[in-house]
């Protein structure tokens, strides 16, 4: 019978052989049913009004057959079907159970259970037999040892269980029964309303379809129990032991390791849930806790030909427990039902209780339900609970559309906490579960509606719930469209972390658990997220990452990638927030001291468009206290000439914080830090060599000490910056179009140490005056150790500009801005000179060699000479010639008179020279065509028209040419004339012998 016409006492609905069949859902179904029918045929056979056509006789059934049946006094009235089986009909189980005379093979339905219409119609087969009475399927009649026999339809009603729903019945005991029966026949249960009170009852067993619509389910939770659930969900099949030879084992150890994907020794189980278990080797120890540590445990769902579905985390070199747990072929839905707890508690001490639904089968569908208090209840348990949805040992489960609660543990005062967390869901070895629009929200005082164990591939889509918490292994979650309250993420892990279109409310968005090593062993990605923040006064962080320094027997680190991406802090509920406000916070310690077990590090760290709203306070973006023994999966390196970074930091639109006013080199507030000394040694190349980009970061404050990092800035305002701890910074530090202004407290000390192995670059970059304990101070920017205006500049420079307030400030002071020093921004290169040389002045304001690092050809112009003189490398000289040839020549030297000038040239009108410089005669040549034995002629040398050198010997036979030094001073000064005339000729020269005179000058250097 459907709802419907189980509501109508006076409609009756027919009988047939498949009806009879599904009333035994057992091997001797068919017989029994024969049965029924010929004892029915027997008797038909002793009257012979009895149809030939139904029972083989003829004739058709009357009311004597049956004493009387049929309208009047006597039995309920009652109709000939069709097929022949005869049908009484009775108001409530009670009227039939008194009917004494009832025999067997008699049909029977009844109107209600209790009463006429109350739901617990049913239809029935009266038969002799001993069959274990429920109350619904069987039930025991007073006459001849007969019984009534369910016939069931389609599906099944708690009421025709006997279900009262009056409050006061524990209803469980006959939805308990009425599951039974359904679960032997494979036959759903479809319970669309009503009320029901479940008391002690437990272990109700579901294995087909439950739809519950309207039903109201009201659980005592005083009885709630430590081992048996409310209800249970469970599979048919039973678990299976996988026993290898040797050899399998061998290679199936071979492949339990990360990466893999196929297993062929594992293609007999497809289609099963297997577990890999090593009790010998533990893992996952628990700090702060008396633990000793999960066993290694993986498990993965078979697909054909061993494929296997799940990723493989650990790698294994034995087992001591390898089970398959087949699933089911097809998915059990349970859908709809309401539930009221009590909110009591039996008061166990302290142990995590029961108090709904446990699924222990694969392919389990949950939805369209709510889960909430009893009106004008509270939650006054002093008991954990394990979760009103707890799933076990299970693939393939979805919980959606439903509504429950977290339980309070953390009420006022102490009295009344809960001794442990306790949960609204939980869970434990769960492959592929959805959670779907699924609402549970609180206040501070509840704990998580969830806790977890043993998580993978955990999808979360559109829920608001006040947890996310999985304790030991969650691996791949999927996070979307939802909003998780003040509990927040507690996590542990590895895998995919994805979560998108997220809101958080409290502190932190994702706080990875320091019991278990705040450790996540993946990819973590958030993407258009949000923090609400609760607290103004509370650090708020949106990657919490902060271990004990402890042994917790695995691997533990920060993720293998990080990319944060559309990131708000949202201030906007809290009056004046004060707090600090993170990106990502990790320990002070890169090792674990008492194992020298290394931490592992993302080799990409990604965070983009991270802002704040409602207050004007940005963020700190990262503090590495220690890089020197992280493990970053691949190696990295440094030597003379480069980084060869094994991490990527790109940070890109940050909101950066200006942290408070503090001296240059603090690291109280930072907003990035990587911590080295220069002589500290890294443990290898697997350490942490990272190159760090800087991108439209706002007010940036903060060190890279000695450590080894490229960094890159771009659009950034430079607070104060230190790349010097016992040593530079190993790398490089390059600034683009970005403005250095420091904001700091005075305490005497340079406001930036730039000392990098691979140098400082400064491109398109403007510098501003430094702001010393709030007031602008230009007449300390030489506090800046990379400049000081008109006298020294560090580094590489290309087109850098000083701010209007400095070149204001300097051409107030009477020492304006050098345009060689306007040289040096625009180009700079830091194998230069760091000093500032002037191209132009006196001959006294002449620079030192040293300040242009003694560069050959470096001119000045003195404006006591009215020219340029050049250095040389040793000395200052002339741009001009360093030195001329004076020549003299006579054609007839035998003819010349003394007194006679030699040519300069034909017919110049002096035959003089006219000198442009300063300098002095250095040498003189003298050449005769036909040389006497002795001086051919003497000749003086003349200065401004009178005799200066007198009495020159010119060459003879024996020295022609003849090449000597001048003697004594032989000095002149520009514009002086010089000539040379005929003092004596020798006799005896012969007619026609010409000679010639060079006079080698040397000018002044200057």
Same mark, same amino acid.
């Given at each position: ?37 010929? !004892? ?17 006789? *003829? ?29 009484? /009909? ?26 006429? *219409? ?133 290679? #199936? ?61 650990? $790698? ?39 108090? !709904? ?69 939980? !869970?434990?070895?769960? /492959? ?9 929200? !609180? ?8 806790? $977890? ?37 507690? =996590? ?9 279109? $997220? ?97 592992? #590090? ?23 206290? @220690?890089?020197?023994? #992280? ?94 701890? *016992? ?114 002045? $006196? ?34 000289? @002339? ?6 040839? =004076? ?27 006219? /000198? ?72 005896? /020269? ?17």
């Amino acid at each position: 019978m459907d709802e419907q016409k189980q509501m109508d006492g006076n409609t009756v609905a027919p009988v047939s052989r498949r009806q009879l069949l599904a009333a035994f859902g057992m091997a001797s179904a068919a017989l029994a049913a024969q049965s029924i029918l010929a !004892g029915q045929a027997a008797a038909a056979a002793q009257n012979p009004t009895v149809s030939g056509s139904t029972y083989g006789g *003829g004739g058709t059934v009357t009311g004597a057959t049956y004493n009387g049946n049929g309208p009047g006094s006597g039995y309920p009235p009652g109709k000939a079907m069709a097929n022949g089986l005869y049908h009484l /009909l009775y108001e409530t189980v009670a009227d039939m159970k008194a009917d004494a005379s009832l025999v067997d093979g008699i049909l029977a339905s009844t109107s209600g259970y209790y009463e006429s *219409g109350d739901g617990g119609g049913a239809d029935y087969v009266i038969r002799s037999g001993t069959l274990p009475e429920d109350g619904g399927g069987v039930i025991s009649l007073s006459a001849n040892g007969l019984q009534a026999v369910l016939l069931p339809g389609d599906s099944i009603r708690y009421k025709q269980f006997g279900a009262v729903g009056d409050g006061s019945n524990d209803d469980g005991v006959q939805i308990k029964k009425a599951h039974a029966y359904a679960n032997d026949r494979e036959l759903p249960v479809v319970n669309l309303s009503g009320e029901y009170w479940i008391k002690q009852t437990n272990e109700i067993v579901i294995q087909t379809n439950a739809s519950w619509g309207h039903t109201k389910f009201h659980i005592d939770e005083s009885f709630n129990s430590r081992s048996n659930p409310r209800f249970r969900v469970t599979s048919r099949k039973s678990e299976v032991t996988i026993a290898f030879d040797a050899a399998t084992k061998a290679s #199936f150890l071979s492949q339990m390791k990360p990466g893999t994907t196929l297993i062929p020794e594992l293609a007999p189980y497809k289609n099963s849930l297997v577990f890999v278990v090593d009790s010998n080797d533990k893992i996952g120890v628990r700090y702060g806790y008396t633990h000793n540590g999960w066993n290694r445990e993986e498990f993965f769902y078979v697909e054909e030909h061993g494929r296997l579905i799940g990723d493989i985390a650990w $790698t294994f070199t034995g087992y001591t427990s390898l089970i398959a747990y087949p699933c089911d072929d097809n998915y059990l839905v349970i859908d709809g039902g309401t539930f009221y707890m009590s909110g009591t508690s039996p008061g166990v001490n302290g142990a995590y209780l029961h108090n !709904g639904i446990l699924v222990r089968r694969s392919r389990t569908i949950i939805r369209n339900q709510w889960v909430g208090l009893e009106e004008g209840a509270v939650d006054v348990s002093l008991d954990p609970r394990s979760g009103f949805y707890y799933f076990n040992n299970v693939f393939d489960v979805t919980l959606e559309n439903v509504r429950l609660i977290p339980w309070e543990q953390d009420r006022e005062g102490t009295d009344r906490d809960v001794p442990a967390g306790t949960y609204g869901i939980g !869970g434990a070895r769960v /492959l592929n579960a959805t959670f779907r629009n699924v609402t549970a929200e !609180g206040s501070n005082v509840h704990w998580g509606v969830f806790g $977890t164990n043993l998580f993978k591939n955990f999808r979360i889509e559109g829920c608001r719930l006040n947890r996310v918490d999985v304790h030991f292994h969650c691996w791949n979650l999927y996070v979307k469209d939802s909003e998780i309250g003040y509990r927040g993420f507690t =996590l542990t892990g590895g895998g995919d972390l994805f979560i998108e279109n $997220t809101k958080r409310f409290g502190s932190r968005f994702i706080d990875f658990r320091v019991d278990y090593g705040a450790k996540w062993d993946g990819n973590i990605r958030l993407s258009n997220c949000r923090l609400v923040v609760t607290s103004g006064t509370a650090e708020a962080v949106a990657l919490h990452c902060v271990p004990a320094n402890f042994d917790y027997k695995y691997p533990i680190g920060y993720g293998r990638s990080i990319k944060v991406e559309d990131f708000i802090f949202d201030y906007t509920g809290i009056p004046n927030p004060t707090g600090v406000c993170r990106i990502m916070k990790i320990a002070t310690f890169s090792k674990i001291t008492s194992t020298s077990a290394r931490l592992f #590090f993302p080799q990409t760290i990604e965070f983009s468009d991270v802002s704040v709203v409602g207050r004007e306070k940005g963020v700190r973006i990262l503090e590495i206290a @220690n890089p020197l023994s #992280f493990h970053l999966g691949k190696p990295g390196g440094y030597d003379a000439n480069q980084v060869t970074p094994n991490c990527h930091m790109r940070f890109v639109n940050i909101q950066s914080e200006k942290v408070p006013r503090q001296a240059s080199q603090s690291t109280a507030n930072v907003n990035f830090l990587l911590n080295a000394l220069g002589t500290a040694a890294y443990d290898d190349p697997y350490a942490l060599h990272p190159k760090i980009d800087m991108i439209h970061c706002g007010d940036f404050f903060g060190h890279f000490k000695g450590a080894i990092a490229d960094a890159y800035f771009n659009q950034c305002t430079i607070n104060c910056l230190d790349a010097y701890e *016992g040593g530079p910074m190993r790398g490089r530090i390059v600034f683009d179009n970005c403005r250095i202004k420091a904001d700091a407290v005075d305490d005497g000390k340079l406001l930036y140490s730039l000392s990098a192995v691979h140098g400082v670059s400064f491109v398109n970059c403007t510098v501003h005056a430094p702001v010393l304990d709030g007031t602008e101070r230009p007449d300390l920017l030489g506090r800046y150790d990379f400049i000081n205006v008109n006298n020294t500049l560090r580094y590489n420079h290309l087109n850098t500009r000083l701010s209007k307030t400095l070149v204001d400030y300097f051409a107030g002071a009477g020492t304006p801005v050098e345009p060689e020093f306007y040289a040096m921004l625009k180009s700079h290169h830091d194998s230069e000179s760091i000093s500032m040389a002037k191209r132009k002045g $006196t001959t006294a304001e002449r620079p030192a060699p040293a300040k242009f690092n003694s560069e050959k050809g470096f001119a000045y112009f003195d404006t006591d000479l009215g020219q340029p003189v050049v250095w040389d490398g040793t000395r200052w000289v @002339n741009t001009a010639k360093a030195g001329d040839t =004076l020549h003299y020549y006579t054609g007839d030297l035998p003819a010349a008179a003394p007194g006679t000038a030699m040519k300069r040239v034909e017919s110049h009108p002096s035959q003089e020279y006219v /000198l442009p410089q300063a300098g002095q005669l250095a040498k003189y040549a003298i050449y005769v065509s036909a040389p006497l034995a002795s001086a051919s002629f003497t000749f003086d040398v003349w200065k401004n028209g009178a005799v200066w050198l007198s009495g020159i010997a010119g060459s003879t036979s024996s020295s022609n040419p003849k090449l000597a030094a001048f003697t004594g001073a032989a000095s002149f000064n520009a514009g002086d004339r010089i000539a040379i005339r005929i003092a004596s000729v020798g006799s005896g /020269l012969a007619a026609g012998t010409y000679a010639t005179v060079d006079l080698y000058v040397n000018y002044a250097n200057y």
